[in-house]
């Protein structure tokens, strides 16, 4: 409690925007020349949920998503836009925000299958199907996982394949 005091003293803002409540955004405000970070949200972490270690994983999987949407404006190469999107879709799914998480594969997925590439496409097929399969949509993610498949087939990429198929079971 006398940490969260100090935290609200120093006019630290976090937002709660995840039903666990994880502490997500912190301000970068300087204060007397020190920054305020992540050791800020741990403190804060420790206080509130009385754990650190899902709130600064939760803040740097956020500024993982700031840093590569900034990449994906500045970029025009379709195949580093797939491959930034499909990144932010799985920095979503690692921060269980499957419904955005979705968003981000669908429009990799769009980019993609224009430019055939089918590793990635099967890859991001594989992604949406497991996102689905966390929403509890099985139908959704049985038609996804059975794409990813047939294009592993396709590529003979055994690996993944066996992740496939692993996912299907």
């Given at each position: 409690?006398?940490?969260?005091?100090?935290?609200?003293?120093?006019?630290?803002?976090?937002?709660?925007?995840?039903?666990?409540?994880?502490?997500?955004?912190?301000?970068?405000?300087?204060?007397?020349?020190?920054?305020?970070?992540?050791?800020?949200?741990?403190?804060?972490?420790?206080?509130?949920?009385?754990?650190?270690?899902?709130?600064?994983?939760?803040?740097?999987?956020?500024?993982?998503?700031?840093?590569?949407?900034?990449?994906?404006?500045?970029?025009?190469?379709?195949?580093?836009?797939?491959?930034l999107l499909k990144q932010i879709g799985d920095?979503?799914?690692?921060?269980?925000?499957?419904?955005?998480?979705?968003?981000?594969?669908?429009?990799?997925?769009?980019?993609?299958?224009?430019?055939?590439?089918?590793?990635?496409?099967?890859?991001?097929?594989?992604?949406?199907?497991?996102?689905?399969?966390?929403?509890?949509?099985?139908?959704?993610?049985?038609?996804?996982?059975?794409?990813?498949?047939?294009?592993?087939?396709?590529?003979?990429?055994?690996?993944?394949?066996?992740?496939?198929?692993?996912?299907?079971?």
């Amino acid at each position: 409690a006398r940490i969260l005091a100090s935290a609200r003293r120093a006019r630290r803002s976090y937002a709660h925007t995840f039903a666990d409540g994880c502490c997500l955004k912190w301000s970068a405000r300087r204060r007397r020349g020190r920054r305020i970070g992540a050791a800020s949200a741990g403190a804060v972490g420790r206080a509130v949920h009385g754990r650190t270690t899902s709130c600064r994983r939760l803040f740097a999987q956020q500024n993982k998503i700031d840093s590569l949407e900034k990449l994906l404006i500045q970029t025009n190469d379709t195949l580093l836009q797939t491959k930034l999107l499909k990144q932010i879709g799985d920095a979503n799914m690692g921060m269980n925000d499957y419904t955005k998480a979705l968003k981000y594969y669908f429009n990799a997925l769009t980019l993609a299958e224009k430019k055939s590439d089918d590793a990635i496409a099967a890859t991001i097929e594989s992604n949406i199907s497991i996102a689905y399969l966390e929403l509890e949509k099985m139908p959704e993610s049985l038609d996804y996982v059975n794409h990813a498949i047939k294009k592993y087939e396709k590529l003979n990429d055994r690996k993944n394949l066996a992740s496939a198929y692993n996912t299907l079971a």
